[in-house]
């Protein structure tokens, strides 16, 4: 736990330093008849961002906050084989979107969750992995009119095998 | 007086149509179902569910909201008698006495006493909200940039002088959350700014719910998951009618530690930064120490589950006084509906009471019929409720994940965000177990495009003089509490360690 916020602090720290650099790309001084430059509030911000990471690793060598007094693991195996399969399964999942689109990436990922982590039977693994995207179709496409992203697979075929001739039906 | 009864009656008109009865009781259901999920409460709703409002107009949606936000109240007494583990941060100290009488068997009689105190709560607040609303809004009409400027570091000042979190890193969440609000185009000259790598997503800014689903969807979710590792054990609960009206005469009893919970949660959840959590918890101190017998507290005392209760609900309301008058939110959950305003197309503030008569009254309306549909439906339902609580994870995250994915998506029709989102959710969830507090984030983007330009409107008017927020007279009061509110921890922390070390 001392270690990990040790890093957090001094990631933290040079994504202010860059977040100042980026500013002054603007100008960060006053411009005389238009009042402050446009990277002035993020620069002083990212100022001030700098100084609380300097003030929490003075914190943590003194070892005044409770991370920092804390003797116990950042992570425990447990939690870290959590950590990676929930924030794993679903970069995975964001990610074939790209290909797959929004109707397809969404089932598959259902299924995977339900079915290999939750141990749930197949009927409701496939109910819930099937409803889902249906649910979704009707309530964005049709009710909100707002186009999920169909991927590269809607692209090439599956917009004009399935995508367009609901929405000749419904809209 | 009967002008402010006027505008109400008129309120109910929009209110009781049916479209918007019926998104009251939506509201109610999905806040209840929301709330008594463990771990889930308003503010995870209100992010996850605000995309899917865009179906209805803008009072539609803002009612539908609000009665999620007092359905969530309610809900998150339910998982914390039922399974000891608070619904939401602001029914833990439900569970203090909750969970001891569910033990005792006396399950049902602990759910019917949280919904009548919550009731009593949500009316009482709802009341006062209708009483203080107008004149505030009154005055902070004739606010100016640099009064607007100084309110929103006021806010920010309460985070820090009222917020039990480490100071250093909750001042780095407020800026964090101020420098993301700043990504896109500068709002005076329009030229780019802080385009992180030449991506061009980064061009349309970083919209708010991209950081709010990030942190309470995909990042409590994370979060939730690896807290709720052991086994649950869920309460018996058997209703009867009897059982129910029996325990409504036995609430005689607790009937001042319900008004003192309710007048204390109002006005502390009118304070920014505050919110329900604090209010609750400071309730049910102060009911014990009224009591004859606090000894009996924590052991399974109606009063104790009462008090918070009342306080949660009435302080939900208090929050949104100064979100509707001054634009300036009283918790996470009302910075999340006043970014939800803005892309509405409303401006918050005290313009609002004058040109949106319509939505703020029918507004304050339905909150007068959310707090009853609540409760109605909250007793009628406590069995389904506490199926929910049986739900295991393995279902519910994956389905809030997807909805996440959607929601994030919707409002920018961007994958960019999505992408964004993911590593909120990740970054958020890392940070939170190092004690950053992440609402202050949540608040500052929202607040941030309104602070920064009231901030360069006041130079301008001074010609760059940072003297116009001390010399006003209210910017400078609003300053100088903003200050003490600031300095205070410090000195206060540095005082501890003297007396420790002598």
């Known amino acids: 736990m001392r270690l990990a916020e040790l890093i957090m602090a001094v990631v933290m720290a040079c994504f202010s330093a860059y977040l100042m650099w980026k500013s002054a790309e603007l100008p960060v001084g006053w411009i005389k008849g238009s009042g402050p430059g446009g990277g002035a509030f993020p620069f002083w911000l990212g100022a001030g961002m700098l100084l609380c990471c300097a003030w929490i690793i003075v914190r943590w060598a003194r070892r005044l906050s409770p991370p920092s007094q804390s003797t116990e693991a950042y992570m425990d195996r447990r939690s870290l084989q959590l950590f990676l399969i929930g924030a794993g399964s679903l970069t995975v999942m964001i990610g074939l979107i790209h290909i797959l689109g929004v109707y397809v990436s969404v089932p598959l990922y259902l299924i995977f969750y339900l079915r290999w982590i939750g141990h749930h039977a197949w009927p409701l693994t496939g109910g819930v992995g099937l409803l889902t995207p249906v649910v979704t179709f009707f309530f964005f496409e049709i009710g909100l009119k707002i186009e999920l992203p169909k991927g590269l697979a809607g692209k090439h075929f599956l917009n004009e095998l399935i995508y367009y001739p609901l929405y000749d039906i419904f809209l | 007086m009967i002008e402010v009864f006027n505008l109400l009656i008129e309120g109910f008109a929009v209110a009781l149509q049916w479209q918007n009865l019926l998104l009251v009781v939506a509201g109610c259901v999905a806040g209840l179902f929301i709330g008594a999920m463990p771990g889930l409460g308003s503010v995870n709703g209100v992010a996850i569910l605000l995309p899917l409002t865009f179906l209805v107009p803008p009072t539609g949606a803002i009612i539908f909201l609000g009665a999620l936000y007092y359905g969530a109240m309610y809900g998150g007494a339910i998982s914390s008698i039922m399974l000891g583990i608070p619904g939401a941060s602001t029914a833990v100290a439900t569970t203090f006495d909750g969970r001891p009488m569910a033990l005792k068997g006396d399950a049902d009689r602990a759910l019917v006493a949280a919904a009548s105190a919550s009731f009593v709560g949500g009316t009482i607040s709802v009341v006062l909200f209708t009483l203080f609303a107008p004149p505030l809004a009154d005055v902070a009409l004739k606010f100016g940039p640099p009064e607007e400027f100084t309110l929103m570091i006021l806010a920010f000042a309460t985070f820090v002088g009222l917020g039990s979190d480490d100071i250093p890193k909750t001042l780095f969440s407020i800026m964090i959350g101020l420098a993301m609000s700043t990504v896109g185009l500068d709002i005076v000259s329009g030229q780019p700014r802080l385009i992180f790598f030449d991506l061009p997503g980064f061009y349309h800014g970083i919209n708010f719910l991209v950081l709010a689903i990030g942190i309470y969807g995909i990042g409590e979710m994370l979060w939730v998951i690896e807290q709720s590792k052991g086994k649950m054990v869920i309460s018996k609960a058997e209703v009867s009618v009897r059982r129910i009206l029996d325990t409504i005469k036995q609430l005689k009893g607790s009937i001042r530690q319900m008004l003192m919970g309710s007048f204390l949660g109002y006005f502390v959840g009118i304070l920014p930064a505050a919110g329900a959590t604090p209010g609750s918890l400071m309730a049910y101190g102060v009911a014990k120490t009224m009591d004859r017998e606090p000894e009996t507290f924590g052991r399974g005392n109606i009063k104790g589950v009462v008090a918070p209760e009342a306080a949660n609900n009435a302080a939900s309301t208090g929050s949104m006084l100064p979100m509707l008058t001054l634009g300036i939110p009283g918790s996470p959950t009302t910075a999340i509906l006043l ?46 409720f506490i199926a929910v609580l049986r739900m295991p994870f393995t279902i519910l995250a994956p389905v809030i994940y997807v909805l996440c994915v959607v929601g994030g998506y919707a409002p920018t029709k961007d994958m960019h965000d999505v992408w964004l989102m993911l590593i909120f959710g990740v970054v958020g969830y890392l940070m939170r177990k190092l004690d950053y507090p992440l609402a202050p984030a949540v608040l500052a983007i929202v607040l941030g495009p309104l602070a920064e330009a009231s901030m360069r409107q006041s130079l301008i008017m001074n010609q760059g003089g940072f003297d116009i927020f001390v010399t006003r007279p209210i910017s400078g009061t609003i300053l ?21 070390k002598a």
Do not use: C
């Not at chain 2, 509405?344 to 008569?357: A, M, Q, S, T």
């Not at chain 2, 100088?480 to 420790?500: G, H, S």
């Open chain 2, 339 to 384: 970014g939800g305003m803005v892309i509405w197309g409303l401006e918050p503030g005290p313009r609002l009471f004058v040109d949106h008569k319509d939505f703020v009254w029918g507004l304050i309306a339905s909150l007068y019929a959310a707090n009853l549909f609540a409760l109605l439906i909250n007793i009628a339902f406590i069995p389904a």
């Open chain 2, 480 to 500: 100088v509490i903003a200050i003490v509110l600031l300095v205070w921890p410090m000195i206060k922390a540095m005082n501890k360690r003297r007396t420790a």
